[in-house]
């Protein structure tokens, strides 16, 4: 459910690229949506809703896509952004997590002390397909001493069920759904 009613259309911004990056797959470009102020402003607005009602403290966002989406929405909403990342590329101590994706698999890290004792954190990124990542970061979320207060994503591919391998406590929010 997006977080409040919109007049604006956002699938009017998603691009479907059929076959990419592999055959089979139907991808749910959102770039053109980025590109467009009054939509991306939209999103933005709309994924700000949902954070004043989960109030969280920072936001964690995945690389890299959940990194655009991520800084708009903590610099608009006034918290801390805190970056997971691919293997490898966070300076500090790492926690790390192994996961599957809609078309390939990989390991997700965050920095040990990133989040502190009991921050508020909602996890955002681009689009919810497997749900793979997003259980992922929150593995680690959990592990480095955050407390999750929701998801945001941009759009979900609900055929694929990656809802159902989340905390089911917190809002998971998507403000396109594809059924
Ligand atoms: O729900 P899942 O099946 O796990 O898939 C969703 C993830 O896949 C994409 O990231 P990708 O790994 O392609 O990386 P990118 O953001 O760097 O393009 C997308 O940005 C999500 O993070
Ligand atoms: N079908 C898809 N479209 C865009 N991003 C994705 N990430 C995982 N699956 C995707």
Known sequence: MPSSPSSIDLRTWVRDIPDFPKPGILFRDLTPLMRDPEG???AIRLLGLLCERVQPDLIVGIESRGFIVGT??????????VPVRKPGKLPGEVIGVDYSLEYGTDRLEIHSDALGDGSRVLIVDDLLATGGTAAACTELVLKAGGELCGFGFLAEL?????????????????????S
């Open 72 to 81: 708009a929405l903590a610099t608009i909403v006034g918290v801390g952004f």
């Open 158 to 178: 609900a055929a694929l069920e990656g809802r159902n391998r989340l905390p089911q406590e917190q809002p998971i929010e998507s403000l396109i759904i594809y």
């Open 40 to 42: 991306w402003g939209e």
